[in-house]
């Protein structure tokens, strides 16, 4: 029996490595992925250089203010229970104040009836005793209770300090949140300005279909060598097939269809292959379905765009986020937010580029979308 144990324990054990080397495997093709996209972009036009330097900055930027919000919170919320703490403490201290005060007015009592030799002028042995017993009491209940005070007022001390530290840190967490948006404000200036650009070079019609032709075919050879290097790791999907899930995903956020699928228009050139759904900047990104995370990144036309592999060559991507909240490798599940939605990549609207592949090949999202 315990041969059978170890011999299973020391196949999954050898499963596991061929799983991470596998993992170590894909992770550096799709390193080598982005360095060819780092070429390819840098061979853009300076526009498009500039473009994608400003919104990666923004979404950097948002992620580290995300961070510092939260930050932020935690130690509001730390201030709050101090001072809840010192408050109780305070209440505390006063009535041991009164308490103590009721014990030292009580010895005193005592002391002036033993000099006025009232003590001593009982008849009875018996009260004398108790009487030194009540008085034995008072003094050790009076050293209690002097001892308990110095460690309210101790606990008191500490927590005041405690209050001006998170203070200091909290001064410092916002005045560096104000430089971060500081920041942000610049580099959207940035932004606005290389689209502005950018829209001027492209105001004929020819210009615009020769710029999303280009960007379609980027998106294309970035799905071909993702999916080469997806196979070849052979991973397989977590939870349930994302096959078994058609017509009852979640969106990745509400809104309204702007295009029609599988038709080129000219107000959505880059969108015919999924969904172009309407939705104010800012707006929570979720992933529709358990996965991966096997992009990150700036793409022309595209933005700020994330790919998740979601096993048996099903793909979804999202696109013209103003911010980006996973990294390459990072594991998703379904609901989890994963971005926020924008109208980078040069894009006129405001709203989240949603598309479904497998195998490469465009899937309707309306088939697959709960309803």
Do not use: C
């Amino acid at each position: 029996m315990a041969t059978t144990a170890t011999a299973a324990t020391q196949a999954n054990n050898a499963e596991q490595a061929q799983l991470e080397k596998r993992m170590l495997a894909l992770q550096g093709d799709i390193k080598d992925l982005q360095s060819w996209l780092k070429k390819s972009q840098q061979k853009a036009s300076k526009l498009n250089q500039e473009l994608a330097k400003s919104e990666r900055q923004i979404s950097t930027l948002s992620k580290q203010m995300k961070k510092r919000q939260a930050s932020l919170d935690k130690l509001r919320k730390y201030d709050q229970a101090l001072q809840e703490q010192a408050s109780q403490l305070q209440d505390s201290l006063f009535e041991q104040e009164v308490e103590l005060a009721g014990h030292i007015r009580q010895q005193y009592q005592m002391q002036q009836r033993q000099q006025s030799g009232l003590l001593f002028s009982l008849t009875d042995a018996s009260d004398a005793s108790r009487m030194m017993a009540y008085f034995r009491y008072l003094h050790q209940a009076q050293a209690e209770q002097l001892a308990s005070y110095r460690n309210s007022l101790e606990s008191l001390s500490q927590v005041q300090q405690q209050q001006a530290d998170n203070a200091l840190t909290l001064q410092q967490e916002l005045a560096q949140l104000q430089q971060q948006e500081d920041k942000l404000v610049k580099a959207r200036k940035k932004q606005k300005n290389a689209v502005s650009k950018l829209n001027k070079q492209r105001q004929s019609k020819e210009r615009k279909l020769t710029h999303s032709n280009a960007a379609k075919e980027q998106i294309q050879d970035l799905l071909e060598q993702l999916e080469i290097a997806l196979k070849k790791a052979q991973l397989k999907s977590q939870g349930q097939p994302f096959a078994k899930r058609k017509g009852k995903l979640n969106w990745p956020l509400r809104g309204k269809v702007l295009n029609h699928f599988g038709k080129q228009q000219d107000n959505f050139p880059l969108s015919e292959n999924g969904w172009l759904i309407k939705a104010k900047a800012g707006s929570s990104v979720q992933a529709v379905h358990d996965g991966q995370v096997v992009f990150a990144n700036w793409l022309k036309g595209y933005g700020l765009l994330i790919i998740i592999d979601h096993g048996e060559s099903y793909l979804t991507l999202y696109g013209q986020n103003q911010s980006l909240y996973k990294e390459v490798g990072d594991k998703v599940v379904a609901g989890e937010l994963i971005a926020n939605s924008g109208k980078t990549g040069g894009q006129q609207f405001e709203a989240l580029y949603f598309s479904i592949r497998k195998a490469g090949q465009p899937q309707n999202p309306r088939h697959w979308l709960s309803r």
